[in-house]
């Protein structure tokens, strides 16, 4: 009998929890369907050039292949078909432009670092990423993808080097928050904090999200929001 009691209270527990963390879910849903109304396609670009010449403001995303970027950008836009998933990693290959709200592009560029690619692929990709970050005047803010279950990657803290020595504004962002605890993904969060700090004076902004759930997206979207607002004022 008390064995019985006692499942039924860490039943009612489990499913008070559930029902808690559901609306959580539902108001974040609901605050990001508020800030973005509205996402388009608009064009991709093989080229900087080639972009769209509007002179709205452009917030770029970027980081190695299989970070979870499209996922990223389908939950900021609360569309799961706006940016194409693929289980296998390096397919973003052109510069693709969504217009949000009819005043903003948000902007998926090319993943880095993905090993099967050629060489010939892997350079043309690197050229297309500088001219886009030193040549492109419409963008305010490059949003740099990094998974949060990693130790800090060779290959992200040069790349995050070479726009501190280029003076190209950017923001870390975290990702797959969803796939560690709370205490390690606050860990491994503060440790590479930690190790950027061995060799930066100033952190850039840093967001920690998950597609899954939509945690850090209210927070990354108001961010750009308060961009977006300062370039008008």
């Known amino acids: 009998m008390i064995f019985l009691m006692a499942s039924i209270v860490n039943f009612s527990q489990s499913y008070t929890f559930f029902c808690i963390y559901a609306n959580i879910?539902?108001?974040?849903?609901?605050?990001?369907?508020?800030?973005?109304?509205?996402?388009t396609y608009i064009i991709s670009s093989p080229d900087v050039k080639d972009c769209p010449k509007t002179g709205k403001p452009e917030y770029a995303f970027i980081g190695r292949s299989n970070v979870g970027k499209s996922?990223?950008?389908?939950?900021?836009?609360?569309?799961?078909?706006?940016?194409?998933?693929?289980q296998k990693p390096g397919k973003t290959l052109l510069i693709n432009h969504f217009l949000i709200?009819?005043?903003?592009?948000?902007?998926?560029?090319?993943?880095?670092g993905f090993a099967q690619t050629g060489l010939k692929q892997r350079e043309a990709l690197r050229k297309m990423?500088?001219?886009?970050?030193?040549?492109r005047e419409e963008m305010v803010c490059l949003f740099v993808l990094v998974d949060c279950r990693h130790e800090p990657q060779k290959i992200d803290l040069e790349f995050m080097a070479w726009l501190g020595e280029n003076g190209v504004p950017f923001a870390?962002?975290?990702?797959k928050g969803d796939k560690l605890g709370k205490v390690r993904l606050k860990e491994n969060v503060?440790?590479?904090k930690n190790r950027l700090l061995e060799e930066w004076?100033?952190?850039p902004p840093?967001?920690?999200?998950?597609?899954?759930?939509?945690?850090?997206?209210?927070?990354?979207?108001?961010y750009i929001e308060e961009l977006d607002e300062s370039i008008k004022s």
């Open 25 to 39: 879910l539902v108001i974040l849903r609901r605050e990001l369907c508020e800030m973005i109304r509205t996402a």
């Open 71 to 86: 996922s990223l950008i389908n939950m900021l836009c609360h569309n799961p078909k706006l940016a194409k998933t693929s």
């Open 101 to 112: 709200n009819d005043e903003w592009y948000l902007v998926d560029l090319p993943g880095y």
């Open 129 to 135: 990423i500088e001219r886009y970050c030193l040549l």
């Open 172 to 175: 870390i962002v975290f990702t």
């Open 190 to 192: 503060e440790a590479y």
């Open 201 to 203: 004076e100033e952190l």
């Open 206 to 222: 840093v967001f920690v999200t998950s597609s899954e759930t939509g945690f850090g997206g209210e927070e990354l979207t108001s």
